[in-house]
């Protein structure tokens, strides 16, 4: 996993609450068997209308939003489905950190896993936020993880919250596996205790 | 110190309590599906590893596949390829599995229970957010993302901060006509789609007792459009009976040491929950979502709203933009809209209870003309047990199609979609844009009112088809 430190990086608005799954990746999309490829289907239905054809007035469609590394939206950004296919479509596009005022639990789960950072602030900033967003090229805003700041066009430093273990683990680019694989003493001494104490409970198997 | 169900559940599996307060959980159960998978089982063997408990997983083929002439075989390649990628990966791996040519195939969340998979007490997991129905036996069960299903695969277990408890008590008796979906499409209108987020809803009171395992798992299924990570109900007989019996459930003197366990898991008396919502049964009518989220919902005697009237700025261009894609006016009563699509089944309300619920209304009437009407079963063994019943027959001399088990037009990933503009009364979880194909528009209700649409033309009051 791609380690997140420090990002400088055009921000861009997309001023819309409850962005479902589906908006960020429709299911028609969900048929491949890897995880590259889905930034061009990010945000389909809102990116291209029927014909396939660029939807002017969407903003990841104008400059210099196309390359934008940030999100800003307003609330429950990503419920929906589990489908992890959503952070990478975003990944894939190009999007490391999504600033928002609350995020969907699975949704905010995933990206930690992908590499993006979900940022939580409330709405009054977010407002700020994107009005800056909107000022595009010359505004871009820098995220510094390690201090756990978003820094505005204007030098405003902005302070936000982040589980300690996660921030580890995204500073560092770990792999949730590895990590628990270290606990793996743990894990057979619980699964022996349980064998005897809920013996009653059968394996699975499927009978022809 | 007291504690509730969730909590009962959660320190049962609790490996190791990290410094920070993540916990390793440990999983008992991991369902596996085409979808979510493939990308995990790559990863898996990129790192040289191994799945650490085959007998705690199993994998079935449910959203791609299609609901007719299965003999045929997948027509779509991308389908195809994401099933056959899955037969691929078990063989290697050694995962049981349910190929699709068997009886006992079907939607992963119908399944997991009706082969006694799924059980009280346990941790289940899948790479599916309505995992959540499984929480309906009294067990903790929640939708992962494919990092977390190879993380399962590999260690048989999670990092997890536990979530916070929330009651949602439902109390008194249904009125005639209402059902488990409309109780949880209310409780979602009530709540919204964020009420639950960060918590665990433990659903109580009489109402909810008083529900048959089909009904609760309706209920619990939808925890996840309530924003919850989980939804739960205390095992009780209902549960028991509903468990026994199922070919993978423990059996004879192995079952009632299970019993003895189960019956220490409902939440004690004193137990404090975070949040608490309350529900008078009494208040709540057959239920439709107007809108394209599961909380734009209102009973079927009202009206679309009218965004004129909401304040915040945001809320009323969200209403806005729902009414445009919905082609729906302030005001208009929605026992008066035409659909074009009805759609029974889906892991929400594709259990034979529902099918017996749809036949109901169907028996000696006809789909109304113009109007396509699908019922698929949640797997294999309801579409038998169903057509044991006869229902099959009673479906399909009204005019509706009688399918192969599957996800089907719950989403749009299968030959079972929506064309564009098409209107549908669906028994469904999701009415999001596009869900069930591009441009569709979905109105969640119940099986009988589903049947009710079906037969009217029109989304209708099933109560009054009834008198
Ligand atoms: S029936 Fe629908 S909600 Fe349920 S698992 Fe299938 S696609 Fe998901």
Same mark, same amino acid.
């Not at chain 2, 075989?73 to 899955?86: C, F, H, M, P, Y």
């Not at chain 2, 209902?238 to 220490?264: D, N």
């Given at each position: 996993?791609?380690?997140?430190?420090?990002?400088?990086?055009?921000?861009?608005?997309?001023?819309?609450?409850?962005?479902?799954?589906?908006?960020?990746?429709?299911?028609?999309?969900?048929?491949?068997?890897?995880?590259?490829?889905?930034?061009?289907?990010?945000?389909?239905?809102?990116?291209?209308?029927?014909?396939?054809?660029?939807?002017?007035?969407?903003?990841?469609?104008?400059?210099p939003y196309r390359n934008a590394q940030i999100l800003i939206a307003h609330e429950n950004f990503g419920c929906g489905s589990s489908r992890e296919h959503a952070p990478w479509a975003l990944l894939d596009f190009g999007i490391r950190c999504v600033i928002a005022p609350d995020f969907a639990d699975i949704f905010h789960n995933n990206c930690f896993k992908n590499g993006i950072l979900p940022v939580r602030l409330p709405r009054a900033i977010i407002d700020q936020l994107?009005?800056?967003?909107?000022?595009?090229?010359?505004?871009?805003?820098?995220?510094?993880?390690?201090?756990?700041?978003?820094?505005?066009?204007?030098?405003?430093?902005?302070?936000?919250?982040?589980?300690?273990?996660?921030?580890?683990?995204?500073?560092?680019?770990?792999?949730?596996?590895?990590?628990?694989?270290?606990?793996?003493?743990?894990?057979d001494a619980y699964e022996a205790k349980t064998k005897r104490e809920r013996s009653f409970i059968p394996g699975i198997e499927v009978c022809p | 110190m007291a504690k509730t169900l969730f909590d009962k559940v959660w320190d049962a599996h609790v490996v190791e309590r990290l410094p920070d307060g993540t916990c390793v959980l440990y999983i008992d159960r991991h369902l596996v599906h085409e979808v979510t998978s493939p990308q995990a089982f790559e990863g898996l063997r990129a790192a040289g590893r191994r799945?650490?408990?085959?007998?705690?997983?199993?994998?079935?083929?449910?959203?791609?596949?299609?609901?007719?002439?299965?003999?045929?075989?997948?027509?779509?390649?991308?389908?195809?390829?994401?099933?056959?990628?899955?037969?691929?990966?078990?063989?290697?791996?050694?995962?049981?599995?349910?190929?699709?040519?068997?009886?006992?195939?079907?939607?992963?969340?119908?399944?997991?229970?009706?082969?006694?998979?799924?059980?009280?007490?346990?941790?289940?997991?899948?790479?599916?957010?309505?995992?959540?129905?499984?929480?309906?036996?009294?067990?903790?069960?929640?939708?992962?993302?494919?990092?977390?299903?190879?993380?399962?695969?590999?260690?048989?277990?999670?990092?997890?901060?536990?979530?916070?408890?929330?009651?949602?008590?439902?109390?008194?008796?249904?009125?005639?006509?209402?059902?488990?979906?409309?109780?949880?499409?209310?409780?979602?209108?009530?709540?919204?789609?964020?009420?639950?987020?960060?918590?665990?809803?433990?659903?109580?009171?009489?109402?909810?007792?008083?529900?048959?395992?089909?009904?609760?798992?309706?209920?619990? %299924?939808?925890? $996840? +459009?309530?924003?919850?990570? &989980?939804?739960?109900? *205390?095992?009780?007989?209902?549960?028991?009976?509903? @468990? !026994?019996?199922?070919?993978?459930?423990?059996?004879?003197?192995?079952?009632?040491?299970?019993?003895?366990?189960?019956?220490?898991?409902?939440?004690?008396?004193?137990?404090?929950?975070?949040?608490?919502?309350?529900?008078?049964?009494?208040?709540?009518?057959?239920?439709?979502?107007?809108?394209?989220?599961?909380?734009?919902?209102?009973?079927?005697?009202?009206?679309?709203?009218?965004?004129?009237?909401?304040?915040?700025?945001?809320?009323?261009?969200?209403?806005?933009?729902?009414?445009?894609?919905?082609?729906?006016?302030?005001?208009?009563?929605?026992?008066?809209?035409?659909?074009?699509?009805?759609?029974?089944?889906?892991?929400? %309300?594709?259990? $034979? +209870?529902?099918?017996?619920? &749809?036949?109901?209304? *169907?028996?000696?009437?006809?789909?109304?003309?113009? @109007? !396509?009407?699908?019922?698929?079963?949640?797997?294999?063994?309801?579409?038998?047990?169903?057509?044991?019943?006869?229902?099959?027959?009673?479906?399909?001399?009204?005019?509706?199609?009688?399918?192969?088990?599957?996800?089907?037009?719950?989403?749009?990933?299968?030959?079972?979609?929506?064309?564009?503009?098409?209107?549908?009364?669906?028994?469904?979880?999701?009415?999001?844009?596009?869900?069930?194909?591009?441009?569709?528009?979905?109105?969640?209700?119940?099986?009988?009112?589903?049947?009710?649409?079906?037969?009217?033309?029109?989304?209708?009051?099933?109560?009054?088809?009834?008198?």
């Open positions: 996993m791609k380690p997140f430190t420090k990002l400088t990086a055009v921000a861009a608005p997309l001023p819309m609450a409850n962005v479902d799954t589906d908006k960020i990746i429709p299911a028609r999309f969900l048929k491949t068997i890897e995880r590259s490829g889905l930034g061009v289907h990010l945000f389909d239905t809102l990116r291209y209308d029927a014909n396939g054809s660029e939807r002017p007035g969407f903003v990841l469609n104008q400059e994107m009005e800056d967003a909107k000022l595009g090229a010359n505004s871009r805003v820098t995220i510094d993880l390690e201090a756990q700041e978003v820094v505005r066009p204007n030098g405003e430093r902005i302070h936000f919250e982040i589980d300690p273990f996660r921030k580890k683990l995204l500073l560092e680019g770990l792999d949730d596996i590895d990590q628990t694989l270290q606990h793996a003493a743990a894990i | 799945v650490r408990r085959p007998d705690a997983t199993i994998a079935v083929v449910d959203h791609n596949v299609p609901t007719t002439d299965r003999q045929a075989g997948i027509k779509e390649a991308d389908s195809r390829l994401q099933v056959e990628t899955l037969e691929r990966n078990v063989a290697a791996f050694g995962v049981p599995y349910i190929p699709l040519l068997d009886d006992r195939q079907g939607i992963v969340h119908i399944i997991g229970p009706e082969e006694g998979i799924s059980l009280p007490g346990m941790t289940i997991v899948c790479g599916d957010s309505h995992t959540s129905t499984h929480g309906a036996l009294g067990s903790l069960a929640f939708g992962i993302g494919t990092s977390e299903v190879e993380h399962v695969l590999a260690t048989q277990t999670l990092l997890q901060r536990p979530a916070k408890n929330m009651n949602v008590a439902v109390e008194g008796s249904l009125p005639f006509g209402v059902t488990a979906k409309d109780i949880v499409l209310a409780i979602i209108g009530h709540i919204g789609t964020a009420g639950g987020t960060g918590h665990v809803i433990e659903y109580t009171g009489s109402a909810i007792r008083g529900l048959d395992m089909a009904g609760r798992m309706t209920v619990c %299924n939808m925890s $996840i +459009e309530a924003g919850a990570r &989980a939804g739960m109900i *205390a095992p009780d007989e209902t549960t028991f009976e509903y @468990v !026994r019996g199922r070919p993978m459930a423990p059996k004879g003197e192995a079952l009632e040491r299970a019993i003895a366990w189960w019956r220490t898991l409902p939440s004690d008396p004193a137990a404090a929950y975070d949040k608490l919502v309350q529900i008078d049964a009494a208040t709540i009518a057959p239920m439709v979502t107007w809108g394209t989220s599961p909380e734009a919902v209102a009973p079927i005697t009202g009206a679309v709203p009218d965004p004129r009237e909401v304040a915040d700025e945001a809320k009323r261009a969200q209403m806005e933009r729902m009414l445009e894609y919905m082609a729906l006016r302030p005001g208009q009563k929605l026992a008066e809209l035409a659909v074009d699509v009805v759609f029974i089944g889906s892991c929400t %309300n594709g259990r $034979i +209870e529902d099918i017996r619920a &749809a036949a109901a209304v *169907a028996r000696g009437r006809k789909v109304a003309p113009g @109007v !396509r009407a699908l019922v698929v079963p949640g797997s294999g063994l309801v579409k038998r047990q169903a057509e044991a019943e006869g229902l099959d027959r009673v479906l399909t001399e009204a005019g509706f199609e009688w399918r192969e088990a599957g996800c089907s037009m719950c989403l749009g990933m299968n030959p079972d979609k929506l064309t564009p503009g098409q209107r549908c009364a669906s028994t469904s979880n999701r009415n999001f844009e596009g869900r069930q194909g591009p441009g569709g528009r979905t109105h969640l209700l119940s099986p009988a009112m589903a049947a009710a649409a079906a037969v009217t033309g029109r989304l209708a009051d099933v109560r009054e088809l009834a008198r």
